[in-house]
């Protein structure tokens, strides 16, 4: 009797082990896995990070690049200048040895040079100027705009202009021109930075997926009158909100510049998009490059 009590007290104690053991690991397990999860949104997040500083890498690298083409063509220009001079100046000198060149010539080919200089240098000073004027516009837009998801709007700038781009679900329901109101609302936000930019024009081109729209669709026959009706439609809102309507124009590029040639549900996502293009004036930089 003794003895089977004893085995009794041991097999439960035994049980009563493996039991804890269980609930012991298992609580482990739990951990770890809770533990891998949070890496993982922290890698995710990293790798967010990573991609965007990429993205602003080659952007600034591109503008560097863009710079430093203009300031080799303003050396360029002005090594020719004084290459122009020199020779002028030698065949000056020979002239005036042989045929006794006046002074006032030569000083006419003095004149002419620090006149070309001196244009050249006014136009690197208006080159520096827009190049403050984009960067200047590039931020006000985008504090203007911080509220929006990244997704749905993105601002970049390219070749000397800034690109705001918005995508057609912060806009359109698919195949509609009436804009949504959070849509409404974030042109009314750019409206009061651009109103008082009264040297910016103002660009919007309205983009397609390459799938048509759908038969009977009121108003339109194909994907052109879709873009052109959305780009109006944004013109509309922005002007009604104070832009001044002779610096802006609407047009659609229907579904031929595309952001991702792929026939994906995410590339024709991506493509369908309004982009409103905003352009300093150069009238100033015209005129010079007239006269040079």
């Known amino acids: 009797m003794k003895k ?5 007290s041991v097999f439960l104690l035994a049980g009563s082990m493996s039991l804890s053991s269980c609930v012991v690991s298992k609580k482990k397990y739990d951990d770890l896995m809770s533990r891998k999860n949070t890496l993982e949104v922290e890698k995710a997040d990293l790798e967010k990070q990573k991609l965007s500083l990429e993205q602003q890498k080659a952007l600034l690298e591109e503008e ?8 080799a063509e303003l050396e360029q220009q002005k090594l020719e200048y004084q290459q122009s001079l020199a020779k002028a100046l030698k065949e000056g000198k020979t002239l005036g040895e042989n045929l006794n060149m006046s002074k006032s010539q030569i000083e006419r080919l003095n004149a002419d040079l620090k006149a070309r200089e001196q244009r050249l240098a006014e136009l690197q000073r208006i080159l520096d100027e827009k190049e403050r004027a984009v960067a200047n516009l590039r931020n006000k837009v985008t504090n203007a705009l911080l509220g929006f998801n990244d997704k749905d709007l993105t601002i970049d700038v390219r070749n000397g202009k800034v690109y705001v781009s918005l995508a057609e679900q912060l806009l359109f329901n698919s195949g509609s021109t009436k804009v949504d109101p959070k849509g409404v609302d974030a042109l009314r936000k750019l409206a009061s930075v651009l109103k008082e930019q009264k040297d910016v024009n103002v660009l919007i081109e309205g983009h397609t997926d390459d799938v048509p729209i759908a038969r009977g669709t009121v108003g339109m026959q194909d994907n052109w009158d879709l873009s052109v009706l959305r780009a109006t439609e944004i013109t509309r809102i922005l002007t009604t909100a104070g832009v001044d309507p002779t610096r802006v124009t609407p047009s659609g590029r229907s579904l031929y510049v595309p952001l991702d040639e792929a026939k994906t549900k995410e590339a024709r996502q991506k493509n369908r998009r309004t982009e409103i293009i905003l352009t300093p004036k150069l009238d100033e930089l015209f005129q010079i490059l007239e006269t040079t």
């Open 4 to 8: 089977n009590l004893l085995r009794a």
């Open 64 to 71: 560097k690049a863009s710079l430093e083409q203009a300031q």
